[in-house]
């Protein structure tokens, strides 16, 4: 049956014989949701038009309703009515016996780490920016230079000199199109300049060891422990070190002092460089966040930033802090590519920023993320779990399981429950991965949208018990 009249769309429902009809509501409004033909956000109709529509009684849709949004499929928003929740679609994940069931089945769980909640995402705020961009000069929407407009330069260079501590002015700064970009085109500059060798974090995030590799740098393992990196394993020539030292990824940790100044020190005594990657450095919970090491020495310490952790990864929107030796090199790269991000995104952030509206936002979901981290703590020494590795801070944890075989039984039983998630071994994190090292889940508590935060909590903990 066609329903029409939800914001001037139809949409096709099947709801089966006439017994059973609610149950066929849930299903049908599932598969909607699941297949893409509903797409997050869109209102649907009320239930007492939408039972009219169907000939259904509106007792069973409004029961139908309630274990959607129970289930995440739905969200009831306060004075909008329903709209269709933040669910992945179309995936299909095997039960021990083979039969295919929806991945949605259990709720579609996604703990994978490295994303926000993107339900939260400060939209009047951003649409407010952009409405400001573009009623303002038409001259901003020309061609403008590959670091970035000088409006969002110089706002991002007081944002990082006020919340990181670092050393800045936003002649310093280059605007990317995300961290991902920003490494690549600084591995090519580097790899320009002479260099054929970076070091990276083990275990660390693989895909900026693919990144690295496509430059023609040949990574080198800094082997991680409680007290970060270990710069004692960077080569004796010129090269690059990319760490993570206010939050390790995905240990936890934090770069000790003495390790800090040793991996600058080296970077003085070879001619290299350290690119500080700050993907989330806002995020500390127990204590004031632990400053930027780039003041330590803004001639040899890329800072790099962006908002994929704080707004959306889909913004692609990003930057870097450039000692003087590598700016002309870096503009090069990005002129010989045409690595420019759009300028109403720039004019947009610089706008957030200027207003306060980026801080409130961080503000607002670092008590968010603080209680999520909080609550995963409480629920595992209810089932007699370790509590997570690390300190307290950014959007995942560290959840030690033993062996890698074990990671792996515990990665596939959640994927046959509906449930994603990430492992040392399964997600690629060891440069070299071998059966005797440890295994562990890396959990994004921060990627579920709010509504789905507890069922999320709930299924995680079944599943670890």
């Known amino acids: 049956m066609s329903v029409g009249n939800v914001r001037g769309l139809d949409l096709h429902l099947d709801v089966g014989p006439v017994r059973g009809r ?3 509501l849930e299903d049908a409004l599932r598969d909607a949701v699941r297949s893409g033909r509903l797409t997050p956000g869109t209102r649907l109709p009320g239930t007492r038009s939408l039972a009219a529509d169907l ?5 069973t849709v409004v029961q139908a309703f309630s274990q959607l949004v129970a289930e995440g499929w739905l969200v009831g928003v306060a004075g909008s009515g329903t709209v269709v929740g933040t669910v992945p679609s179309g995936s299909v994940t095997p039960e021990p016996d083979g039969r295919p069931v929806p991945a949605g089945t259990r709720a579609g769980i996604d703990l994978r780490p490295g994303r926000p909640d993107l339900s939260a995402f400060p939209r009047t705020p951003w649409a ?3 409405r ?5 000069s038409a001259a901003s929407l020309d061609y403008v230079e590959p670091g970035g407009l000088p409006e969002l330069r110089a706002a991002v260079a007081e944002h990082v000199a006020r919340t990181r501590g670092v050393r800045a002015d936003g002649n310093a700064v280059v605007v990317t199109a995300g961290f991902t970009q920003g490494l690549a085109l600084l591995a090519r500059a580097v790899h320009r300049l002479g260099m054929r060798h970076a070091g990276a974090e083990d275990p660390g995030f693989a895909r900026h060891r693919e990144v690295l590799t496509a430059a023609g740098l040949t990574p080198v393992a800094l082997p991680v422990d409680d007290a970060g990196a270990d710069a004692a394993a960077l080569p004796e020539d010129p090269a690059l070190a990319l760490l993570t030292p206010a939050h390790q990824h995905p240990y936890g940790v934090v770069l000790a002092p003495a390790r800090r100044a040793a991996v600058v020190e080296w970077a003085r005594r070879c001619d290299g460089f350290v690119v500080e990657d700050d993907y989330d ?5 127990d204590r004031q966040p632990v400053g930027a090491m780039q003041p330590l020495d803004p001639d040899r310490v890329v800072f790099a930033g962006s908002v994929s952790k704080t707004l959306a990864p889909g913004m692609r929107l990003g930057w870097l802090v450039v000692p003087r030796a590598l700016r002309a090199p870096l503009e090069a790269e990005m002129r010989a590519l045409g690595a420019w991000v759009p300028a109403i995104d720039q004019l947009a952030l610089a706008d957030l920023l200027r207003r306060g509206e980026y801080d409130r936002h961080v503000r607002r979901m670092r008590l968010a993320y603080r209680g999520r981290r909080q609550e995963l703590g ?4 209810a089932i007699g779990a370790p509590p997570p590795a690390g300190v307290a801070a950014g959007l995942h944890a560290l959840l030690p399981v033993g062996s890698a075989e074990r990671e792996r039984r515990t990665v596939d ?3 046959r429950a509906g449930v994603r998630l990430h492992g040392l071994h399964t997600g690629g994190y060891w440069h070299r991965p071998a059966p005797d090292r440890p295994g562990a889940l890396v959990i994004g508590y921060a990627t579920p949208p709010g509504h789905a935060w507890r ?10 018990r």
């Open 22 to 24: 609610g149950r066929a």
């Open 55 to 59: 000939g259904l009684s509106r007792g």
């Open 128 to 130: 407010g920016a952009v």
């Open 132 to 136: 400001r961009a573009l009623a303002g």
């Open 281 to 285: 450095g806002e995020f500390r919970y």
């Open 378 to 381: 409480a629920r595992l020494a």
């Open 413 to 415: 039983a959640a994927e």
């Open 455 to 464: 069922r999320a909590l709930d299924a995680l903990t079944e599943l670890l």
